[in-house]
């Protein structure tokens, strides 16, 4: 951390705050890689146990650091389980049986929902909001990531938060119009 001019290294006991600060966020980047619980919490493990071995060289750090990091394991994870075995046929015969068309209508209707609300964004507006909104990035840090200015990540968001809620709001309208509520 950081400590008036002089830089001083992360200690052993900094790493406790670390983990109750960035853990929550790092786990929430596994699952979303893995699509796995296990695999994710080995993962998020792995990524402290990284950052713990190179405690010596690091002065600071931020969500971006061990989102970096989060990202890497698991995408090594992913690599080398894809290397070690084929496909599970067993596992994947269970995964289709299991999803009820009710799930899939759901899951197409969401799908449909999230293209329009970013149907005529910018390419990297998904990646904007994924940043601040899901994985808890300040906007600072969003900015950082993607390289623009904070003004610039608030505008895009709000004209996405804007678009979003008149897309809810007419979905809740038909909806209703539709069954007969008011």
Do not use: W
């Not at 960035?22 to 619980?37: A, I, K, T």
């Not at 075995?85 to 929902?113: Q, R």
């Not at 809740?172 to 007969?180: E, I, K, M, P």
């Amino acid at each position: 951390m950081i400590i008036g001019k002089e830089k001083k290294t992360i200690t052993l006991e900094d790493f406790s705050f670390l983990y109750e600060k960035y853990g929550p966020m790092v786990l929430r980047r596994c699952r979303f890689l893995l699509r796995n619980e296990d695999n994710a919490l080995d993962a998020m493990q792995d990524v402290f146990v990284r950052a713990i071995e190179r405690h010596t060289k690091m002065t600071s750090v931020c969500a971006s650091f061990f989102y970096t990091i989060a990202t890497s394991v698991c995408i090594n994870k992913l690599r080398a389980a894809k290397i070690r075995k084929g496909p599970e046929y067993n596992v994947l015969l269970e995964e289709i049986t299991d999803n009820s068309a009710a799930l899939h209508e759901d899951i197409t209707d969401a799908a449909l929902l999230l293209d329009y609300i970013f149907n005529g964004t910018q390419d990297d507006t998904r990646r904007m909001a994924t940043l601040h909104y899901i994985d808890g990035f300040t906007l600072e840090e969003t900015a950082g990531i993607m390289n623009m200015s904070v003004s610039g990540i608030r505008k895009r968001l709000s004209s996405l938060r804007k678009k979003a809620l008149l897309s809810i709001s007419i979905i809740v309208f038909l909806f209703n119009r539709n069954t007969g509520r008011n």
